[in-house]
């Protein structure tokens, strides 16, 4: 469940209407969640609660995408989706895996952004992207000098700049979703505790059961 009070339909701003619209038809997505990717859609309901942040990502939203852009659609996604998997938020990584194939991105090469690094599937241009996202999300933003004239092989100055915003803002879109509990990050972080007996684990306790589990066993190989 997400941690913060969501914004139900009748609550809203003018400016989320038509989004809700277009998401939800004529649904309220906390009485009814679903969107038309399978997601819950409590992200919407979420960020409506600040409306000048709703519309400042729904800008970010119509930015990335617009025809202006010079970057390739096709790099964009890779560095979207390999920073989903870096920040470790199922969201993200999800959202633009299904992205990834409407830009013309085989499955092969989604499957293996994983783990791109050993993968043989990507060219130059696409390993440079994947490298400098790795920079950007895991070593927050410390770039090596090899990786950062890797990528200026490929591309422009500008078409730099928009990759580097892109995929920070979808390392803070997937920070922000794990810290929030949205949509596929709702669920605990998968290294969780259970609950359980911690005396169990103990040294002494091991040592104790062991010897009596020995003995256990020596009794009943002396009887047989």
Known sequence: MPRLRRVRRDDLHPGAQPVFQMLFGDRDPIDEPGTPTGSPGDWWSTFALVPDVFDHALGGFALYRSPNRLLDPKLRELGQTRVGWCVGSRFVYSQHRKACRTVGITDEK???????????????????????????????????????????????????????????????????????????????????????????????????????????????????
């Open 110 to 224: 989604i499957d293996a952004i994983e783990a791109w690094e050993t993968a043989e599937c990507f060219d130059a241009a696409e390993r440079a992207v994947l490298a400098y996202t790795d920079a950007l999300s895991i070593q927050h933003g410390r770039v090596p000098e090899g990786v950062f004239t890797a990528l200026q092989e490929h591309l422009a100055d500008e078409e730099i700049l928009e990759l580097t915003y892109i995929v920070c803002t979808y390392a803070m879109h997937g920070v922000m979703s794990r810290a929030l509990r949205l949509e596929f990050d709702a669920d605990p972080p998968v290294l969780i505790e259970h609950p359980g007996d911690e005396e169990s684990l103990s040294d002494e306790h091991t040592r104790r059961e062991f010897r009596r589990a020995l003995k256990v066993v020596v009794d009943e190989s002396n009887d047989g």
